[in-house]
């Protein structure tokens, strides 16, 4: 289709993306802003500043901490850690030294993790000493030969300037078979590490459902996230510059979880290529939020709706000024942005603009598009317009090769720099999704008449509970291996806060009908799997509806809660 979103393009951005220090890996952009400007503050956690000259320095000898260990280019090195310094640190080191990232939630629980250590051949593991635990489990399901263990008071201030999350209050741990993140560092050199990695070298493996299965890990690259960067830099320095900001590195608020691609390409990434300081958050708690606007004078962060509504609920929310954000981008999980959120925001605030964030996949970095603060629209559903080099098209679902008119709905499919490799070790799943470099998203969506990307749902059963990412097959392969349980199916069900829920319909084995409750295998999963993919509710059924060919059908099960009322997504 023609470029229709060029008609109404924001003459403050860039039509092209532009690289400020030349196209090379982001890691280069940290080392060159260690020389450049050694004593700014990169990374402020809790109190505890870190500077641009130490986050180099520290993660080049993480780098030389892992060659020492045996590993070597393509290798992959598992991050199992909530937001802090380290996971910048050891994120960095990874790269340097040509290694491969494999970030993992911090609310896996045993399972999860050794599924995606088994499914990436991952023998090194960085966790939190809070976490060691799970990992512990995992390890005996898996080969992993190096744990290297952090805690947060590794790097929290003795006098804290933001409110503390409780688990900050329990003291260091030192688990058996483990190296001390810290203690480790301080044997090694912090000289440059010299690998040769290049742009079209993998850098991450980020876990997503793609279309069908279990979680599959997508090959992203060093050049892709350079893409991204470059891309979401242009669009920020240009917004930045037409909210009056006198241009340089902004003071930002860190708080999406950096273990999840928006996360990591946002703070770990972006915000570091651009020398930017951040105030990193472990979790989002709306008092330290605003003791961190108030104190450090943010002038732009990312959230979530309901972070923004956490803010302006707090009753101590007239103890701070938060006059000095300009902008903060935003993402409607759970609940849908709208012109009334947006005035009270900026009233609130006293003048920050407040506006949907993006359009983005793990299988493209992330960062599809961005809304023009010009001409912003807060209609549900709608995404802004495709950032520099992005192409974006809508396509019938019976016939990829046939675009649909502006304002019929059909299938989002995008092409960038950015896009994965391919699925790890999924042939299969990656000639499915990716054709000629288009990745077709499984996901519904329409242009209107002035190029804007409206997202309509999801039409692959992919489940999204409080902006996390379900997959009904994993957490039904996860819920077969209780006793009780002989057939199950999941679906997403419509919640007010959540966005939405797990609703599990299980077929008991003849032994347990009639003797087993839901509650009992909700009681169950809760400490076996992430709280975001423990069923709220379940149901039992004589049999689950199935094709011809033995594939359960969900939409059924969808269709029938719709009919009685039950609210399916």
């Known amino acids: 289709m023609d470029r229709i979103w ?3 393009w924001p003459e403050f951005i860039p039509q092209e993306v532009t690289y400020p220090k030349g196209k090379k890996p982001v890691f280069e952009y940290l080392r060159d802003n260690a020389r450049d400007f ?6 402020i956690f809790y109190g505890r500043q870190v500077t641009y000259a130490e986050l180099d320095r520290m993660s080049e000898q993480f780098a030389r901490l892992l060659l020492d260990r045996g590993l070597k280019k393509g290798d992959r090195v598992a991050l199992f850690m909530p937001s802090c310094p380290q996971y910048h640190i050891a994120h960095y080191g990874i790269c340097k030294m040509g290694g491969v990232i494999v970030p993992c939630s911090p609310l896996f629980k045993q399972w999860e993790l050794a599924y995606q250590l088994r499914d990436t051949d991952t023998a090194t593991i960085v966790t939190l000493d809070l976490l060691y635990p799970v990992v512990a489990a995992a390890r005996s399901e898996c080969t992993s030969d190096t744990v290297i263990c952090t805690s947060f008071h590794d790097m929290l201030p003795k006098t804290p300037t933001m409110n503390l999350i409780p688990m900050m209050a329990v003291p260091k741990q030192t688990p058996p078979d483990t190296l001390d993140f810290m203690e480790m560092l301080a044997h090694y050199p912090n000289d440059p590490v010299r690998c040769d990695v290049g ?4 850098v991450q493996l980020q876990f997503t459902g793609g279309t069908t299965g279990l979680p599959k890990g997508a ?3 060093h050049g892709g996230k350079l893409f991204k960067v470059a891309a979401l830099l242009s669009v920020l320095d240009g917004n930045m510059a037409h909210l009056g900001h006198p241009g340089g590195a902004v003071t930002t608020l860190a708080i999406l979880p950096t273990f999840h691609i928006a996360g990591m390409l946002g703070a770990v990434d972006t915000m570091i290529a651009q020398g930017a300081t951040q105030v990193l958050m472990t979790m989002f708690d709306p008092l330290a939020a605003m003791q961190a606007i ?11 709706v309901p972070m923004n509504l956490g803010i302006m609920a707090h009753p101590e929310r007239r103890k701070y000024d938060l006059s000095s954000l300009k902008l903060c981008l935003t993402t409607s999980f759970g609940v849908q942005l709208t012109d009334e959120i947006v005035r009270r925001w900026t009233a609130d605030t006293g003048g920050c603009l407040l506006a949907e964030a993006a359009y983005g996949l793990t299988e493209t970095h992330t960062f599809d598009t961005f809304m023009p603060l010009n001409r912003p629209k807060y209609a549900p559903g709608c995404q802004g317009i495709p950032i520099p080099g992005q192409q974006i098209k809508i396509v019938s679902w019976e016939e990829r090769t046939r675009e649909m008119p502006v304002g019929e709905m059909g299938e989002i499919a995008l092409k960038n720099p950015a896009v994965l490799r391919g699925y790890w070790n999924r042939p299969q799943e990656t000639a499915k999704d990716l054709v000629d470099g288009w990745v077709f998203t499984g996901d519904m969506g329409r242009f209107d008449e002035d190029g804007y990307l409206y997202f309509l749902g999801r039409k692959k059963e992919m489940i999204k ?11 039904e392969t996860f819920l077969m291996q209780h006793e009780a349980v002989d057939k199950v199916a999941v679906i997403g069900v419509a919640d007010p806060k959540k966005g939405e829920v797990i609703k599990a319909f299980v077929v008991p084995k003849p032994a347990f009908k009639d003797k087993i409750d839901g509650a009992a295998i909700i009681e169950w999963a809760k400490s076996r799997i992430s709280s975001y993919k423990v069923p709220q509710e379940v149901a039992f059924r004589d049999e689950l509806p199935m094709s011809g060919v033995g594939k359960i059908l969900r939409r059924v099960l969808v269709d029938e809660e719709v009919k009685k009322g039950g609210g399916a997504a």
Do not use: C, N
């Not at 742009?199 to 993998?202: I, W």
């Open 294 to 304: 108030d104190r450090y004078k943010v002038q732009f962060f990312q959230a979530a």
């Open 219 to 221: 090959v992203l690259t």
């Open 6 to 8: 060029m008609k109404h």
């Open 199 to 202: 742009l079209d070298d993998t």
């Open 38 to 43: 050694p004593d700014r503050t990169a990374i």
């Open 465 to 475: 509970v409080s902006g996390f990412s379900v997959f009904p097959e994993e957490v």
